[in-house]
């Protein structure tokens, strides 16, 4: 079958003939209809994260946003059989430690990534495994759209469990969103959608033009102003009640903490590069006096997916809207080099493969 293989972080993704997997006994094998471009693939293409021990090998078959449909099961698969359509949270949860059995599979204990281990090959493939199949194999509802779930199962869903759970949004709250990537205009739609006021900041017009379209009642182009924190406080009279940095490097972690009122909350969505290997300096003291919160988020708990998919049954929530461009396996290398440079808008997807 035909993958997108890693031969050198940095240079371009090799698309290249692997051998089909075969499912171990825990494990169904699933053929891809969908895998969303997302920019933790990017990260771990350069080869980032080796300072919390969680970098790819060459050799890698990455992509982490799947949907598709059951094509192998696994001896000891019990609830799952060939030709059921499937999401695949990129957690892959050992179901049976305490945090997956407290419904928190995003916390696992053992957790394994799709696509971003190398016990675990990921979707931008043909065909990908999946451990665990019973406990991390999601249903796909027909009302719901391969591409469209290919969004869902990272950026869509993160974002959704960021402003519901992490940050406690509430409607009427002003949530500032730092970067409008992927996940960045997934927030946009979402804070929206839940009734709260989000603001869109960005240096790139394409994106907040699309944040714009997507509810951001405010835009703010970083490259126009002295300081995007402070205009968030002037355009909230004191302050954002919700910040999100959906990027991950110093300068949009401070802005976003800087964005807040008092008591607000800070939630950190995306991961650090090499320039800052984890580490933000940020205003404690602020902090402190403020009552401000920071929260981390990573993915969603699946016990969740069921209240995603009742909102875009009910067309409250429609991540379509945050799909860009759709495209084969062989424009993935080209489209993963160009976020180097911050070029794609909405969330790419890989349909034909």
């Given at each position: 079958m035909r993958a997108a293989v890693?031969?050198?972080?940095?240079?371009?993704?090799?698309?290249?003939?692997?051998?089909y997997p075969e499912p171990q006994p825990d494990q169904v094998v699933v053929e891809t209809e969908?895998?969303?471009?997302?920019?933790?693939?990017?990260?771990?293409?350069?080869?980032?994260w080796s300072?919390?021990?969680?970098?790819?090998?060459?050799?890698?078959?990455l992509g982490h946003e799947p949907a598709g449909v059951v094509s192998e099961v696994g001896s000891d698969v019990e609830t799952l059989e060939v030709g059921d359509r499937v999401a695949v949270p990129f957690h892959l949860g050992d179901g049976s430690c305490p945090h997956c059995r407290e419904g928190r599979a995003n916390n696992c204990e053992t957790v394994i990534p799709l696509g971003l281990s190398?016990?675990?090959?990921?979707?931008?493939?043909e065909a990908f495994p999946v451990r665990e199949a019973d406990f991390n194999c999601v249903e796909l509802p027909e009302t719901v759209a391969y591409d469209e779930m290919a969004g869902l199962g990272c950026r869509f869903m993160t974002a959704y469990h960021a402003l519901a759970d992490r940050a406690d949004l509430r409607p009427g709250d002003w949530v500032a969103v730092h970067g409008c990537g992927g996940v960045g205009l997934s927030a946009i739609h979402i804070a929206n959608a839940l009734g709260a006021h989000p603001?869109?900041?960005d240096l790139v017009d394409d994106k907040l033009e699309r944040a714009a379209e997507l509810g951001a009642r405010e835009t703010i182009d970083v490259t126009e102003v002295d300081s995007a924190a402070r205009e968030v406080q002037a355009i909230t009279d004191g302050g954002a009640d919700?910040?999100?940095?959906a990027l991950g490097v110093a300068e949009t972690c401070t802005n976003s903490?800087?964005?807040?009122?008092?008591?607000?909350s800070h939630v950190q969505v995306g991961l650090t590069t090499g320039e800052e290997e984890g580490q933000i300096e940020l205003p404690v003291d602020?902090?402190?006096?403020?009552?401000?919160?920071?929260?981390?988020?990573?993915?969603?708990?699946?016990?969740?997916y069921e209240e995603l998919f009742k909102l875009i049954a009910q067309g409250t929530l429609e991540p379509s809207k945050i799909i860009g461009e759709r495209l084969s396996l062989d424009d993935l290398p080209e489209t993963l080099a160009s976020m180097d440079d911050y070029e794609t808008v909405g969330i790419p997807v890989v349909t034909e493969f």
């Open positions: 890693i031969e050198e972080h940095g240079e371009p993704l090799a698309i290249e003939d692997v051998s969908a895998c969303g471009v997302c920019r933790s693939d990017w990260h771990a293409w350069q080869g980032d300072w919390i021990g969680a970098g790819v090998p060459e050799g890698q078959i190398e016990y675990s090959q990921g979707a931008f493939a603001i869109a900041i919700v910040s999100i940095d903490v800087n964005s807040l009122g008092t008591r607000g602020v902090m402190t006096m403020q009552e401000i919160d920071f929260h981390g988020s990573f993915g969603m708990p699946l016990v969740r």
